[in-house]
């Protein structure tokens, strides 16, 4: 409550034309009081009229009032100054560099509450007292402050903008209705407004349901996130338990390929340890006997000797008379030789299956974009197409930086090279194609418009006519009977074709579409299957054809 009467004291010594506290205070007849130099201000302007009046109640004074010191409102001035809170109370109010300000106020300026839009002017509190008081005034449309009023007055005319134009679509005056703008469709700005509103209106309804939509769709996106993290962890943890026991499994295959040679090891070299001891024991048999004989062919009595020859003499027959035999080459090698090639095999199966893996893992997915309904929306996928020189049979003629062949007699001076057609009258692109891509081909005279792989023509391999192998897919536009072929399997399709046609291709989705293209896109044949290997866009020409890869817009 004490707050509330100081905030009374210093709004009671205010200046209600410069709304500072009083400077040099005078009070008029009617009871009002000034600053001196506020109020002879105004009357100086009101001096041509010969008519002086107060600004707050609109008393008039003739003649011009002479002007004395309030020395009591003086003092009282004087008193709240010192108190320090005068300015403060004010400063809030006073209008900034970013703030609309009060069109009416003198010195320094309060902020603006609210702008009319008939007296094209801005008010503060003070000021805007009149408009709610004041009957003629209470009828004006006050709106939240703005510095853009005088963009409602004509620039022809200078009149209020308060109608509305339908045929140019822009704000005029009533002058303007009539002048200028005479015989278009005109209302008033009001009706356009509430008409506008309306629309205004529905496309916010719009704009919120898609909101929610697609706050559903990001709820969704979020759980789908969640999915794939949870999926992605089961798969690598099941795929850890299946190779772990893969390795495992090698591991005691390992094991059990060094036990059983350890034990053949063994085996064999105690049958060889056998035979040596035996050997052994032959040969200690035979010294003695060498021994027995060297001494009896040393005896001198020949009568002992002869009687002793035929024990001595007599050899026991050798029960293994051959020699002993060895492998001539290293033992174990067929072991190594053998898991040698279940290693090789192992790797060979490995390799193609890895490739499998790796293929199955590169087409998880989750979101499938839809094929484009409208040809601007596959323009969006455009892609500029130009021809490789290194590719073009040497019938074909390239021209206009490579984007247009033509189908000649005379052969054209081509280098040789290992991608290089023969035999079949073809050419593929520079570009290799990914993701998703889209191009036209203008053609005349019948043309092949294909897709294929890099490797269709590759070195010592012969050519394959677009579409009679697995490495492409090809569009006959044959004017009589248009086929698609892949891998030698021919399909009709519905002619007759426009001479423009239209390709687009989604690689990781494996959707392969021609179209044909006039004044609307005709579906002639979609492929859905799985792409390996990047693809090029392929022409093949018969006799007289020419094609070429428009620019498109």
């Known amino acids: 409550m004490a707050q509330k009467g100081v905030q009374l004291d210093q709004e009671t010594f205010s200046c209600s034309i410069c709304l500072d506290l009083l400077n040099n205070p005078v009070t008029i007849p009617c009871g009002h009081s000034y600053c001196m130099s506020c109020i002879q201000t105004h009357w100086d302007v009101e001096d041509g009229k010969n008519l002086h009046s107060c600004p707050q109640c609109r008393q008039t004074f003739t003649p011009r009032p002479v002007l004395v010191k309030n020395t009591l409102f003086a003092d009282l001035v004087e008193q709240l100054k010192k108190t320090g809170l005068g300015a403060a109370a004010a400063d809030h109010c006073y209008a900034g560099a970013e703030d609309v300000a009060c069109d009416f106020c003198t010195g320094r300026k309060l ?206 027959e050798d029960p293994d008379s051959s020699h002993v035999h060895v492998r001539p080459r290293s033992y174990f090698e067929d072991v190594t030789t053998a898991v040698s090639e279940l290693r090789d095999k192992l790797q060979l199966s490995l390799r193609e299956e890895w490739t499998n893996i790796s293929k199955s893992i590169a087409q998880t997915q989750v979101l499938l974009e839809p094929e484009p309904q409208t040809r601007a929306g596959f323009l969006q996928y455009s892609r500029q197409i130009t021809l490789d020189p290194n590719t073009a049979h040497k019938e074909l003629s390239l021209s206009e930086e490579n984007k247009r062949v033509t189908r000649v007699s005379r052969k054209q001076n081509y280098p040789d090279h290992p991608h290089r057609f023969s035999s079949r009258r073809q050419v593929l692109s520079r570009e290799s194609l990914t993701g998703r891509c889209y191009w036209e081909v203008e053609w005349k005279e019948d043309v092949w418009v294909a897709v294929a792989y890099k490797d269709i023509k590759g070195k010592g391999h012969s050519d394959r006519g677009f579409g009679h192998d697995d490495k492409s897919w090809a569009l006959d ?77």
């Open 477 to 553: 536009s044959n004017s009589n009977s248009p086929i698609f072929r892949h891998n030698s399997v021919r399909s009709c399709v519905p002619g007759p074709l426009s001479s423009r046609i239209g390709v687009y291709l989604d690689h990781t989705a494996g959707i392969l579409s021609f179209y044909s293209v006039s004044k609307t896109m005709t579906l002639i044949h979609r492929v859905q299957t799985t792409f390996t290997q990047p693809l090029y866009a392929g022409l093949g020409l018969y006799v007289g054809s020419t094609a070429h890869f428009p620019k498109l817009h």
């Open 111 to 316: 902020k603006a509450v609210k702008s009319c839009l008939v007296c094209l002017a801005s008010y503060c509190d003070n000021h805007l007292e009149h408009h709610y008081n004041m009957a003629p005034l209470k009828k004006h449309k006050l709106v939240d402050p703005s510095e853009k009023l005088q963009e409602n007055v004509c620039s022809f005319h200078d009149e209020v903008m308060k109608m509305f134009c339908r045929t140019d679509r822009q704000c005029i005056c009533y002058l303007c209705s009539v002048e200028e703008h005479k015989g278009h469709d005109t209302v008033s700005s009001a009706a356009e407004r509430t008409e506008r509103q309306t629309e205004l209106e529905v496309s916010r309804q719009k704009i919120q349901q898609r909101i929610k939509d697609k706050q559903k769709d990001v709820k969704a996106l979020q759980q789908e996130v969640e999915n794939i993290s949870r999926c992605a962890d089961e798969a690598v943890e099941k795929n850890h338990k299946i190779l772990t026991e893969l390795i495992r499994l090698l591991e005691e295959r390992r094991s059990d390929v060094e036990r059983q040679i350890r034990s053949k090891e063994e085996t064999e070299v105690s049958r060889v340890k056998e035979q040596e001891r035996k050997l052994e024991q032959e040969i200690t048999e035979l010294r003695r006997k060498d021994s027995e004989m060297d001494k009896l062919a040393h005896t001198h009595d020949h009568n002992q000797f002869l009687l002793q020859y035929p024990s001595v003499s007599t050899l026991r």
